[in-house]
């Protein structure tokens, strides 16, 4: 198995639960400046150590990002990496002589 396959994989297992996916949902809305932690918790209604567990599986692939500024902590979507396991996804679309898939 190669790397990319591998990487990929983790990356999709990250967004099969619907918190994380959620969490991702939201920090992709909130632009390249992120969400705070406290923001994310009200949005998803969900405990503080769930929401932090969460978060750190999504960090740990590598499709969101967190960066502190005083006491507050803002998590961003990695924008290169979702669009990395996007194009994952469709490069070897149609390659099978169908028409119309893409």
């Known amino acids: 198995m190669t790397r990319k396959l591998e990487l990929h994989a983790e990356q ?12 991702l949902r939201h920090v992709v809305q909130a632009g390249e400046e992120g969400a705070a932690a406290g923001e994310i918790q009200n949005k998803l ?3 503080a150590s769930t929401l932090s567990h969460h978060i750190d599986r999504l960090v740990r692939t590598g ?3 967190a960066r502190r500024e005083g006491t507050y902590i803002f998590y961003s979507a990695v ?3 979702l669009r990395a396991l996007t194009d994952y996804l ?5 390659k099978s002589g169908k028409n119309g898939c893409c």
């Open 12 to 23: 999709l297992g990250a967004l099969g639960h619907p918190v994380r996916l959620g969490i």
């Open 45 to 47: 209604d969900v405990p």
């Open 90 to 94: 469709w490069e070897d679309c149609c």
């Open 79 to 81: 924008f290169p990496a």
């Open 63 to 65: 499709l969101v990002e």
